[in-house]
Nanobody, 125 residues
Framework: QVQLVESGGGLVQAGGSLRLSCAASGRTFSSYSMGWFRQAPGKEREFVAAVSWSGGRTYYADSVKGRFTISRDNAMNTVYLQMNSLKPEDTAVYYC??????????????????WGQGTQVTVSS
């Protein structure tokens, strides 16, 4: 079992930045891929970014490419999402998730095994 706790959300003006963190329990964190998803009010949860166990491979949704950066620190059991040039449409609850196996379907919500409770990000115009 892996427990995930997100932090770093908040209210920011358009064009601003936030860094989300996701702290994971468990000794096997470094062997898992990690992902970030988000869910805006009235919408389905959608993929944002994913990172391989080593941090060597990263993937992004087109909507955030060039603005968001996913990274991880396996010594700290933490994955990060640096969000720059934020837009009002980035407003959502952001979730981190653990993917125990292949990253081949990293964009699929159902392929992730454990989820955090989420952190709210609100971008004002």
């Amino acid at each position: 079992q892996v427990q995930l706790v997100e932090s770093g959300g908040g209210l920011v003006q358009a064009g601003g930045s936030l860094r989300l963190s996701c702290a994971a329990s468990g000794r096997t964190f470094s062997s898992y891929s990690m992902g970030w998803f988000r869910q805006a009010p009235g919408k389905e949860r959608e993929f944002v970014a994913a990172v391989s166990w080593s941090g060597g491979r990263t993937y992004y949704a087109d909507s955030v490419k060039g603005r968001f950066t996913i990274s991880r620190d396996n010594a700290m059991n933490t994955v990060y999402l640096q969000m720059n040039s934020l837009k009002p449409e980035d407003t959502a609850v952001y979730y981190c998730a653990v993917k125990k196996y292949s990253l081949s379907d990293y964009y699929t919500e159902g392929s992730y095994d454990y989820w955090g409770q989420g952190t709210q990000v609100t971008v004002s115009s």
